[in-house]
């Protein structure tokens, strides 16, 4: 039963999530503990505050940005959007390092959670169509191709080289 799962992922095409992590949960559940006295206090009816963390917490979970061989799929808060690679000119990077698709029709589209450290597992996801613009998915195709060895050169002992003998 385990083998068969392995083998359906290994079968499975590359896939990348980029999402905020889920550790920015811990801090909507701090603001809902800072929140709490304030919406059972005094006050009547503050128990609205409540939508905030609600709306915090489902924006977290919600936004992010997934890269498949076919495509990227963008997902909001609101929506949700297919980018195949065939649609896409390229990507354009903007002054505080995030990664917007541009189209065809030179329109931008912003991609949730993902920063120019990820353009590597960008340009290995999409199986050749976005080419990686640091250049480190280079090195691991090269890493892949065998390297022959070379045999190592054999240095000659100090003892010798000095010409003493023991029998003089």
Not at 14 to 24: E, G, S, Y
Not at 59 to 73: C, K, M, N, P, Y
Not at 107 to 112: D, E, G, I, S
Request: proline share 8%; net charge negative; hydrophobic share 45%.
């Amino acid at each position: 039963m385990a083998e068969e799962k392995q083998q359906e992922q290994a079968n499975e095409a590359p896939k990348a999530v980029f999402k905020i992590p889920n550790t920015a949960l811990l801090a909507i559940a701090f603001l809902v503990v800072c929140v709490t006295p304030v919406a059972f206090g005094d006050v009547p009816y503050l128990q609205w505050l409540y939508l905030f963390p609600i709306a915090l917490a489902v924006f977290v979970i919600r936004t992010r940005t997934t890269a498949t061989a076919q495509g990227l799929e963008v997902r909001t808060l609101f929506g949700r959007r297919d980018l195949p690679w065939s649609s896409l000119k390229g990507l354009a990077i903007t002054d505080k390092a995030k990664v917007q698709a541009v189209l065809q029709d030179e329109t931008k589209v912003a991609l949730p959670a993902v920063r120019t450290r990820h353009l590597p597992v960008i340009s290995l996801v999409s199986a050749g169509h976005m080419a990686d613009p640091s250049g480190l998915t280079d090195d691991a195709e090269a890493v892949k191709a065998p390297v022959p060895e070379k045999a190592p050169e054999k240095t000659p002992d100090k003892t010798e080289e000095s010409g003493t003998t023991s029998g003089e």
